[in-house]
Structures are given as C-alpha cells and as structure tokens.
C-alpha cells in the first residue's frame, strides 16, 4: 500500500493570498527599506480584509474558513518592522 503523505503546497499559497488581501483592503503595509509586512492596526482595514476574504474566498475554501485564515495571517504579522530601529 502505497503511503503518498502529501506535504501541504496549499500553506504557502493560503498566507499569500491572505497577505495579499489584506495588502489589498490596506490592513498591512510593507516596510519600504526591509519588505517586511506590517500591521497597520486599523480596524476598519481589518474589516474590510475579512469582507473581502468572505466575498471572494479562495478555491476548496468556504467563506468562514477565508475569513478566520485572514485574521489568523494578520495576527502571525506585528506592528513594526523587525529589522528598523525602534522608535
Ligand atoms: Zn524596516
């Protein structure tokens, strides 16, 4: 019996397009001199990220399961760039 364990490839491709949804909706902002993403922390933003993420979830996704990737994404990302001096 064959055991084909599958590695994950749709991880990587789900925070891609969770970050690229709230990049869209203006949730996340990248650092101009290091790229890293950083939380704006305005919750409008936030809001319109998950509206947007309900509207139009991925492939295999249900609506609930984009919105709760989204807001997970954003908590796995901080509010200021690890590498600038802080202020
Ligand atoms: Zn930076």
Do not use: N, Y
Request: proline content about 9%; some cysteine; glycine content about 6%.
């Amino acid at each position: 019996m064959p055991t084909t364990t599958k590695r994950r490839p749709t991880f990587q491709t789900l925070r891609g397009w969770a970050i690229s949804v709230l990049h869209e909706a203006g949730a996340i902002r990248e650092c101009e001199e290091h790229g890293w993403m950083r939380d704006r922390m305005d919750p409008h933003a936030r809001e319109h990220a998950v509206a947007i993420a309900r509207q139009e979830p991925p492939a295999g996704l249900s609506a609930d399961a984009a919105a709760a990737e989204v807001r997970e994404v954003l908590d796995s990302i901080g509010d200021s760039c690890p590498e600038c001096p802080p202020q």
